[in-house]
């Protein structure tokens, strides 16, 4: 079975610390062999992501995902109008999350730092979450360059939300 290493094997370009992707696909994929190289937000937009790691399996349906750089078990479903699937990928270094602790600290509560100690941390999605998703997708799709500072700016702007 292969192994996919993410993010390396769907960005087509360079990869920087921070990538915004908005990714599509149009066939449902069952327990593959995932390695996260780096740690992502996965905005499912559409259809549902299942994780299967040390913890129980992690079933997502339009809920953004943490995910620490590591390995797991992932499945992708079409929705269940046989839809694609869809979902806003933000990779990161991990050590990004690192500094924004760091940086934060007084800011985040202990529950809070705990949970982002998981290798999976699943946050409700929302009305302003829904809007900062619809826009990074609006400026992908219409082929705007993301300079690494806005990237930087909105990563910091998502983790002081969540």
Same mark, same amino acid.
């Given at each position: 079975?292969?192994? @996919?290493?993410?993010?390396?094997?769907?960005?087509?370009?360079?990869?920087?610390?921070?990538?915004?992707?908005?990714?599509?696909?149009?066939?449902?994929?069952?327990?593959?062999?995932?390695?996260?190289?780096?740690?992502?937000?996965?905005?499912?937009?559409?259809?549902?992501?299942?994780?299967?790691?040390?913890?129980?399996?992690?079933?997502?349906?339009?809920?953004?995902?943490?995910?620490?750089?590591?390995?797991?078990?992932?499945? *992708?479903?079409?929705?269940?109008?046989? *839809?694609?699937?869809?979902?806003?990928?933000?990779?990161?270094?991990?050590?990004?999350?690192? *500094? @924004?602790?760091?940086?934060?600290?007084?800011?985040?509560?202990?529950?809070?730092?705990?949970?982002?100690?998981? *290798?999976?941390?699943?946050?409700?999605?929302?009305?302003?979450?829904?809007?900062?998703?619809?826009?990074?997708?609006?400026?992908?799709?219409?082929?705007?360059?993301?300079?690494?500072?806005?990237?930087?700016?909105?990563?910091?702007?998502?983790?002081?939300?969540?």
């Amino acid at each position: 079975m292969k192994i @996919f290493t993410i993010p390396d094997d769907i960005i087509t370009t360079k990869i920087d610390d921070i990538n915004f992707l908005f990714y599509q696909n149009n066939k449902s994929s069952e327990k593959n062999k995932i390695f996260f190289k780096q740690s992502v937000l996965s905005f499912v937009l559409n259809g549902e992501k299942e994780i299967f790691h040390a913890q129980n399996p992690l079933k997502i349906i339009r809920d953004i995902a943490l995910i620490n750089a590591s390995n797991c078990l992932m499945t *992708e479903r079409l929705s269940s109008n046989g *839809e694609n699937y869809k979902a806003l990928l933000i990779f990161f270094n991990p050590q990004k999350l690192t *500094e @924004f602790v760091v940086k934060y600290q007084k800011q985040i509560t202990h529950v809070c730092k705990n949970e982002l100690a998981n *290798e999976i941390c699943v946050f409700p999605n929302d009305a302003y979450l829904t809007l900062f998703q619809n826009s990074i997708i609006d400026l992908i799709t219409k082929g705007n360059h993301l300079s690494a500072d806005f990237k930087a700016i909105k990563l910091e702007e998502l983790f002081l939300y969540l």
